[in-house]
Protein backbone atom coordinates (compact mmCIF):
# COMPACT_ATOMS: atom_id res chain seq x y z
CA UNK A 1 0.00 0.00 0.00
CA UNK A 2 0.78 3.35 -1.20
CA UNK A 3 -0.07 6.11 1.89
CA UNK A 4 0.84 8.69 4.67
CA UNK A 5 0.49 7.35 7.79
CA UNK A 6 0.87 10.41 9.32
CA UNK A 7 -2.25 11.50 7.23
CA UNK A 8 -4.03 7.73 8.16
CA UNK A 9 -4.30 7.67 3.88
CA UNK A 10 -3.71 4.43 2.86
CA UNK A 11 -3.88 3.42 -0.67
CA UNK A 12 -3.94 0.87 -3.44
CA UNK A 13 -1.83 1.75 -6.21
CA UNK A 14 -4.71 2.02 -8.48
CA UNK A 15 -6.26 5.03 -5.41
CA UNK A 16 -2.47 5.92 -5.77
CA UNK A 17 -2.52 6.54 -9.46
CA UNK A 18 -6.16 8.29 -9.13
CA UNK A 19 -4.31 10.96 -6.93
CA UNK A 20 -1.67 11.36 -9.04
CA UNK A 21 0.57 10.20 -6.20
CA UNK A 22 -0.42 13.10 -3.70
CA UNK A 23 -1.79 13.19 -0.64
CA UNK A 24 -5.25 14.31 -0.36
CA UNK A 25 -4.86 15.32 3.29
CA UNK A 26 -1.65 17.41 3.25
CA UNK A 27 -1.24 17.38 -0.41
CA UNK A 28 2.50 16.23 -0.43
CA UNK A 29 3.63 13.18 -2.31
CA UNK A 30 2.57 9.92 -1.05
CA UNK A 31 5.13 7.51 -0.09
CA UNK A 32 4.96 4.51 -2.15
CA UNK A 33 4.79 0.85 -0.59
CA UNK A 34 8.11 -0.70 -1.38
CA UNK A 35 7.48 -3.46 -3.83
CA UNK A 36 10.54 -5.49 -3.69
CA UNK A 37 9.57 -6.57 -0.11
CA UNK A 38 5.70 -7.24 -0.92
CA UNK A 39 4.49 -10.24 -3.01
CA UNK A 40 1.72 -9.22 -5.59
CA UNK A 41 -0.18 -12.27 -6.60
CA UNK A 42 -3.09 -13.16 -8.81
CA UNK A 43 -5.94 -14.33 -7.21
CA UNK A 44 -7.03 -15.91 -10.61
CA UNK A 45 -5.68 -15.97 -14.31
CA UNK A 46 -6.39 -13.57 -17.15
CA UNK A 47 -9.09 -15.74 -18.58
CA UNK A 48 -11.40 -16.36 -15.35
CA UNK A 49 -10.65 -12.11 -14.83
CA UNK A 50 -12.41 -12.10 -18.58
CA UNK A 51 -15.43 -14.58 -17.73
CA UNK A 52 -16.09 -12.48 -14.51
CA UNK A 53 -16.27 -9.41 -17.34
CA UNK A 54 -13.28 -7.49 -15.52
CA UNK A 55 -10.49 -6.54 -17.45
CA UNK A 56 -8.03 -6.19 -15.00
CA UNK A 57 -6.53 -9.29 -12.45
CA UNK A 58 -7.38 -8.79 -9.38
CA UNK A 59 -4.46 -9.33 -6.85
CA UNK A 60 -3.84 -9.70 -3.48
CA UNK A 61 -0.97 -7.44 -1.76
CA UNK A 62 1.22 -9.84 0.70
CA UNK A 63 3.68 -9.22 2.86
CA UNK A 64 5.96 -11.86 3.44
CA UNK A 65 5.42 -14.33 6.53
CA UNK A 66 8.91 -13.95 8.14
CA UNK A 67 8.64 -9.51 7.71
CA UNK A 68 5.52 -10.39 9.48
CA UNK A 69 6.75 -12.46 12.21
CA UNK A 70 10.07 -10.17 12.57
CA UNK A 71 7.78 -6.98 13.04
CA UNK A 72 5.24 -8.72 15.78
CA UNK A 73 7.87 -10.28 17.92
CA UNK A 74 10.49 -7.06 16.85
CA UNK A 75 13.62 -9.52 16.09
CA UNK A 76 15.30 -9.85 12.60
CA UNK A 77 13.85 -11.95 10.23
CA UNK A 78 17.14 -13.68 10.08
CA UNK A 79 16.78 -14.38 14.24
CA UNK A 80 16.59 -17.81 15.74
CA UNK A 81 13.34 -16.97 17.41
CA UNK A 82 11.41 -15.67 14.04
CA UNK A 83 12.83 -19.00 11.79
CA UNK A 84 11.40 -20.72 14.58
CA UNK A 85 7.95 -19.42 15.23
CA UNK A 86 8.24 -19.17 11.13
CA UNK A 87 9.45 -23.30 10.43
CA UNK A 88 6.74 -24.14 13.32
CA UNK A 89 3.74 -22.22 11.68
CA UNK A 90 4.86 -24.16 8.09
CA UNK A 91 5.00 -27.02 9.81
CA UNK A 92 2.04 -26.60 11.68
CA UNK A 93 -0.74 -24.87 9.02
CA UNK A 94 1.11 -25.79 5.86
CA UNK A 95 2.40 -23.58 3.13
CA UNK A 96 3.10 -19.65 3.32
CA UNK A 97 0.97 -18.59 1.14
CA UNK A 98 -2.00 -20.98 2.73
CA UNK A 99 -1.19 -19.21 5.54
CA UNK A 100 -1.08 -15.76 4.26
CA UNK A 101 -4.37 -16.15 2.55
CA UNK A 102 -6.81 -18.91 3.96
CA UNK A 103 -5.80 -20.33 6.98
CA UNK A 104 -8.35 -19.19 9.55
CA UNK A 105 -7.40 -16.89 12.13
CA UNK A 106 -8.78 -19.13 14.77
CA UNK A 107 -5.90 -21.90 13.48
CA UNK A 108 -3.02 -18.95 13.61
CA UNK A 109 -3.96 -18.56 17.20
CA UNK A 110 -3.67 -21.76 17.80
CA UNK A 111 -0.41 -22.77 16.51
CA UNK A 112 1.29 -19.57 17.33
CA UNK A 113 0.18 -16.43 19.60
CA UNK A 114 -3.11 -14.30 19.28
CA UNK A 115 -0.65 -11.75 17.88
CA UNK A 116 0.63 -13.19 15.12
CA UNK A 117 -2.63 -13.72 14.31
CA UNK A 118 -3.78 -10.33 14.91
CA UNK A 119 -0.83 -9.24 12.55
CA UNK A 120 -2.06 -11.98 9.74
CA UNK A 121 -5.38 -10.40 9.82
CA UNK A 122 -4.29 -6.81 9.92
CA UNK A 123 -1.82 -8.02 6.68
CA UNK A 124 -5.12 -9.20 4.67
CA UNK A 125 -6.78 -6.50 5.48
CA UNK A 126 -4.27 -4.17 4.18
CA UNK A 127 -3.83 -2.18 7.27
CA UNK A 128 0.08 -1.67 7.48
CA UNK A 129 2.99 0.47 7.07
CA UNK A 130 5.78 0.52 5.00
CA UNK A 131 8.71 2.32 4.75
CA UNK A 132 10.53 2.73 1.82
CA UNK A 133 13.85 2.13 2.09
CA UNK A 134 16.88 4.93 1.14
CA UNK A 135 20.48 5.23 0.78
CA UNK A 136 21.03 1.69 0.30
CA UNK A 137 18.60 0.15 2.92
CA UNK A 138 16.19 -1.88 2.74
CA UNK A 139 12.60 -1.03 3.61
CA UNK A 140 10.84 -1.35 6.82
CA UNK A 141 7.34 -3.47 6.96
CA UNK A 142 5.34 -2.38 9.84
CA UNK A 143 2.27 -4.38 11.35
CA UNK A 144 2.35 -2.59 14.20
CA UNK A 145 1.92 1.26 15.20
CA UNK A 146 1.31 0.96 18.56
CA UNK A 147 4.26 -0.21 20.88
CA UNK A 148 2.11 -1.79 23.50
CA UNK A 149 0.28 -4.04 22.01
CA UNK A 150 3.69 -5.32 20.16
CA UNK A 151 5.38 -5.55 23.36
CA UNK A 152 2.72 -8.22 24.47
CA UNK A 153 3.57 -10.21 20.90
CA UNK A 154 7.07 -10.10 21.83
CA UNK A 155 6.58 -11.69 25.24
CA UNK A 156 4.36 -14.03 24.11
CA UNK A 157 6.55 -14.88 21.15
CA UNK A 158 9.27 -15.32 23.62
CA UNK A 159 7.06 -17.79 25.80
CA UNK A 160 6.54 -20.04 22.33
CA UNK A 161 10.63 -20.94 22.53
ZN1 LIG B 1 -0.29 13.32 3.84
Not at 72 to 88: D, F, I, M, N, R
Amino acid sequence: MDGHRDCNISFHPDETKKHKGICPKCKKPLVIGVMNRVIELSDRTEEEAKEHGQSRVPYTSLVPLVEILADTLQKGWATKTVQAVYHSLIAALGSEFHILLEVSLEDIEKASTKQIATAIDRVRKGNIFIKPGYDGEFGIVKVFANGDERGVARQQGLDLM
